[in-house]
T-cell receptor, first 116, second 111 residues
Framework: GAVVSQHPSRVICKSGTSVKIECRSL??????MFWYRQFPKQSLMLMAT?????????EQGVEKDKFLINHASLTLSTLTVTSAHPEDSSFYIC????????????FGSGTQLSVL | EDQVTQSPEALRLQEGESSSLNCSYT??????LFWYRQDPGKGPEFLFT???AGEEKEKERLKATLTKKESFLHITAPKPEDSATYLC????????????FGKGTTLSVSS
């Protein structure tokens, strides 16, 4: 199957700092990538949909100025959590849609963010 | 109201004890229903996609079925390595191409 690489896998930061998470499609071009957030024992919640070369579409309740998404190329999307606070601590997962394989989505391995 | 509901929340089985997980959905115009497996601290791993009522797919000890309002993931003679959280997700026109996930069923298989 297609490979989606997410980095870093774990990050600890101080409150008020910014953190960037990268999501790369390694062996395919992803015109659309999705960012999810998952709290312990909860479902994956869609945060935003990013399309290469255009602005991301954010879900209701997700602050676009706080969660900056950039999808500058067909193989890379980044999520930057700006001015992080402890309540932003969560598991962030990206996924990419693979053209030609129906509606199958492949997921990265996730990033555990802990804000102190 | 949740659009995707999974039950039970948690399931404990003995090795070899077959069972089923349920995923019910309320969306209309279903484009696809997906099953994923998620291990702790990892991203979801794709298992199956089902598109129409009556469709079935199998992979090793897992079999997924779909009706008009729900899907079942049947686990036959499970092994401890099948222990994981199983996630169901749906795709429907109003959500674009994104997946809407249920909360998952955490399966524990003991030997």
């Amino acid at each position: 199957g297609a490979v989606v690489s997410q980095h870093p896998s774990r990050v600890i930061c101080k409150s008020g700092t910014s953190v960037k998470i990268e999501c790369r499609s390694l062996d395919f071009q992803a015109t659309t990538m999705f960012w999810y957030r998952q709290f312990p024992k909860q479902s994956l919640m869609l945060m935003a949909t990013s399309n290469e070369g255009s602005k991301a579409t954010y879900e209701q309740g997700v602050e676009k100025d706080k969660f900056l998404i950039n999808h500058a190329s067909l193989t890379l999307s980044t999520l930057t959590v700006t001015s992080a606070h402890p309540e932003d601590s969560s598991f962030y997962i990206c996924s990419a849609r693979v053209g030609g394989l129906g509606e199958k989505l492949f997921f990265g391995s996730g990033t555990q963010l802990s804000v102190l | 109201e949740d659009q995707v509901t999974q039950s039970p929340e948690a399931l404990r089985l003995q090795e070899g004890e077959s069972s089923s997980l349920n995923c019910s959905y309320t969306v209309s115009g279903l484009r696809g229903l997906f099953w994923y497996r998620q291990d702790p601290g990892k991203g979801p791993e794709f298992l199956f996609t089902l598109y129409s009522a009556g469709e079935e797919k199998e992979k090793e000890r897992l079999k997924a079925t779909l009706t008009k309002k729900e899907s079942f993931l049947h686990i036959t003679a499970p092994k401890p390595e099948d222990s994981a959280t199983y996630l169901c997700a749906v795709q429907f026109p109003e959500a674009g191409t994104a997946l809407i996930f249920g909360k998952g069923t955490t399966l524990s298989v003991s030997s």
